[in-house]
Nanobody
Framework: VQLVESGGGSVQAGGSLRLSCAASGYTFSSVCMGWFRQAPGKEREWVASIGRDDSTSYAESVKGRFTISKDNAKNTLYLQMNSLKPEDTAMYFC??????????????????WGQGTQVTVSS
């Protein structure tokens, strides 16, 4: 199983980025996938999740600015990030849940992690 993120980079505040997570050896159409992020010196935190029925949920800090989506045919997860703020600076990871977990919404419920993609937002 491999989850590979891409799309990170450096942008100014107010800018946008679209992250992608391509999965191989794993089909996530039937599970609830998630995005997490981790800033230097801070714990990894949940950002957003998308269920097998395409239902979505977001952390309060990103609600209204980020959009999670997926393309089951391409086995790819996305995170559209708009109106970026310096506090969004972090390494972003996609995550697949453990078999017993209903969704990848907490660190302990994650079975597979991607390697991460860095997002840096300057003021």
């Amino acid at each position: 199983v491999q989850l590979v993120e891409s799309g990170g980079g450096s942008v100014q505040a107010g800018g946008s980025l679209r992250l992608s997570c391509a999965a191989s050896g794993y089909t996530f159409s039937s599970v609830c996938m998630g995005w997490f992020r981790q800033a230097p010196g801070k714990e990894r935190e949940w950002v957003a999740s998308i269920g097998r029925d395409d239902s979505t949920s977001y952390a309060e800090s990103v609600k209204g600015r980020f959009t999670i989506s997926k393309d089951n045919a391409k086995n790819t997860l996305y995170l559209q990030m708009n109106s970026l703020k310096p506090e969004d600076t972090a390494m972003y990871f996609c995550a697949a849940p453990r078999p017993w977990a209903s969704c990848a919404r907490i660190v302990g419920a994650v079975r597979y992690w991607g390697q991460g993609t860095q997002v840096t937002v300057s003021s």
